[in-house]
């Protein structure tokens, strides 16, 4: 299948060969803070050729808030393929995929976490490619589906109005794979990244300790609330509260990678807020424009970012 035989939504999160691996590579680099040098071996693997195959699972729980919030998870994990046929998992619409549905994991050490979080109104399987990529160099990718915000379902409350919501489904995941018998067995829990694309790169920044101003953030509440494009029996269910929004900071997450990461301003993230982050992110202390600079040339930006401890990785 050529890229130009490729649907326009789907182009958008597929892109040709040499785009889409350039942003694999640069994603990568960034993920790969997590791999301080106990993992050394497993960090020079990311700059090679694929070492694992990847297994595929679809998880599910449910978060007791604001009565009973369902979530789903598509985990890509390392695999052992020991079955002469083992069931692959195809996608409409994208090539060059090699993943196996319900694989057995891999053996060995315990491995990072990266959490990918999708754009507004998209979903996890949309972002295959970066998380495969990450999967085949050892890592555990868990991309959620974010809760009434994704292509499947969605309102817009979740999609313009309570944004907070993303960055507690980040959390939420993470906590539900740590104590997961299976899972938090495998991970470790010293190296948890979050990355995302557009409104869920604006969510990695979030997690990642990037502060909104409750002020601009009522002021982006309001103008979705005084849209008179949205029917007005949604708009008048629209809180206008950002007390929530305030502190969403993961520590556990030691590092984020935003890709394209939406309006950020408009969101109510400010320079002010930006310089809040507390995590490694290029570009993130002089605001927005330099942190969207680093986002869409990552490799270059990224070098340059990580903790001393960590850059031999990268050279």
């Known amino acids: 299948m050529r890229n130009d035989d490729v649907p326009g939504l789907i182009r958008k999160f597929l892109p040709p060969v040499r785009r889409r691996a350039v942003a694999a590579r640069g994603a990568t680099l960034a993920c790969a803070l997590l791999a ?184 982006f509440q309001r103008g979705w609330r005084n849209n008179p494009m949205v029917p007005e029996y949604l708009r008048n269910e629209l809180p206008l509260d950002a007390r929530p929004a305030l502190d969403v900071h993961d520590p556990r997450v030691k590092a984020v990678l935003a890709m394209a990461p939406g309006i950020v301003q408009a969101f109510g993230m400010d320079e002010a807020g930006l310089r809040q982050l507390a995590v490694r992110h290029p570009g993130a202390a002089q605001g927005q424009r330099r942190v969207r600079r680093a986002t869409h040339r990552p490799r270059r930006a990224l070098r340059h970012s990580w903790p001393r401890r960590s850059r031999h990785l990268h050279q």
Request: proline share 5%; glycine share 10%; net charge positive.
């Open 36 to 219: 301080v040098s106990p993992a050394a071996t497993l960090a020079q693997g990311l700059q090679g050729a694929a070492t694992f195959p990847v297994g595929i699972r679809e998880l599910d729980y449910v978060d007791s808030h604001e009565g009973g919030r369902h979530l789903t998870l598509r985990v890509f994990y390392p695999a052992a393929i020991r079955e002469r046929f083992a069931t692959p998992f195809v996608l409409p619409f994208f090539a060059k995929l090699n993943l196996y549905k319900d694989a057995e994991a891999a053996n060995g050490e315990k491995r990072p976490l990266v959490v990918f979080s999708h754009g507004r109104g998209s979903n996890g399987l949309y972002y295959t490619w970066f998380a495969e990529f990450l999967a085949s160099h050892g890592y555990i990718v868990a991309a959620l589906n974010h809760y009434r915000a994704n292509t499947y379902d969605s309102t817009i409350a979740y999609l313009a109005n309570k944004l907070w919501q993303r960055p507690r489904d980040v959390a939420l995941s993470i906590s539900f794979l740590l104590n997961d018998p299976v899972w938090g067995k495998s991970i470790d829990a010293d190296r948890i990244g979050v990355a995302g694309h557009s409104q869920g790169g604006f969510t990695a920044l979030w997690v990642g300790g990037a502060r909104v101003n409750p002020e601009k953030y009522l002021a």
